[in-house]
């Protein structure tokens, strides 16, 4: 049927599509699905920092809501999935992230996407926006640039003197000023300095959109993320449940107000079935866990801590990684994936990634760790590391 429907000859330009691929494919940048039946002897590649994915409560948390609630929320919270689940799991994350609200979307990139445009909203505001962002943000922020019809005024990477500085060249200026960015960046496993930025924000009267995804569950006070932690609370703090809390989903929390400018004016809150009860009741409850596993922290810390120096002892760039995240960058978009595909040979699963998502010439292998690696399963990264 699919390939009837693909050669029926009806859209002339169809041929395109293919072109533009075989030209990203000559570039080495054409993505591709992996196959879903592969066994790895270990696999860097996933984002279940905390094996929560797995855990037997998590697990049985959603088993419960299954049989409790069925399979899906049956439509948008503002219609008929505003569950007593939703509510209960909001209140919970907005007394840990010390916020006045929160509020729970399906997934990151809505998230970002939709909150982050509905908050620049020049109508809204009255005054188009000066929005400051740091030049590695996540694509699904840039989405709500476009979305908004906002120019971005960017700042080095984790750089609060660039920022600073341009800032201070819009001291003048009485349009509404924003900073966003992310605590830990996906690609590259480094931090931004938060109370440092909190503290510029302020001196500028500007508001700070922190997205934690790579840092909930592993960073900040009980795994809380790092805006979490006594003097880096900001006025949004966005979160993902994707990663280390091994489910889909996200929040936000900001203050009361906030949230309810949001529910009214959110187009990914408002146009879009919430999320499943099975997903709300399994994410509750790693959320919960998450204040209990200081000790899966300690040792994914002093793992990544030991896989740094010797992937830096080899000889390997791994940038400014301070964290679970540890990119190794090599440049060259061929070069990174025939690195990548002599890492799968050897049974090690591994990302390679490539521009746009990274800068161009940056391209790199990234290792994701998380609580389910052994030393044996390090031991076998650096060895097949030494065939690159
Ligand atoms: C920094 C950042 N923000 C947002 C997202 C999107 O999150 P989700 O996978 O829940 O859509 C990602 C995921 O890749 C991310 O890395």
Known sequence: MAARFAS???????HTYERHCASLAQQGLLRQLPSSSHHWLADFSSNDYLSL???PQVVDAAAQALSRYGVGATGSRLLSGNLDLYEAFEARIAADKHAESALVLSSGYQTNATVLAALINAKVLGAEPLVFCDRLNHASLHHAFKVADVKQIRFRHGSLAHLS???NKHADSTQPKFIVAESVFGMDGD????PGLVELARQHDAFV???EAHATGVLGEHGYGLTANPGSHVDMAMGTFSKG???SGAYIACSRAVRDY???ACTGFIYST???PVVIAAMHKAWELLPTMDAERTYLTAMSNDLSQRLQAMGFDTGTSSTHIIPIILGDEQRTLAARDKLQAAGINVSAVRPPTVPPNTARLRMALCTHHTPAHIDALVAALKSV
Do not use: K, P, W
């Not at 931090?191 to 938060?194: E, K, L």
């Open 274 to 276: 919430a999320l499943s």
């Open 209 to 211: 959109y922190l997205d």
């Open 262 to 264: 949001l529910v009214t």
């Open 245 to 247: 809390l091994g489910g």
């Open 165 to 167: 500085e341009l800032l």
């Open 8 to 14: 029926s000859g009806m859209t002339a330009f169809l």
């Open 53 to 55: 994915s797995q855990h």
């Open 191 to 194: 931090c931004i300095d938060v």
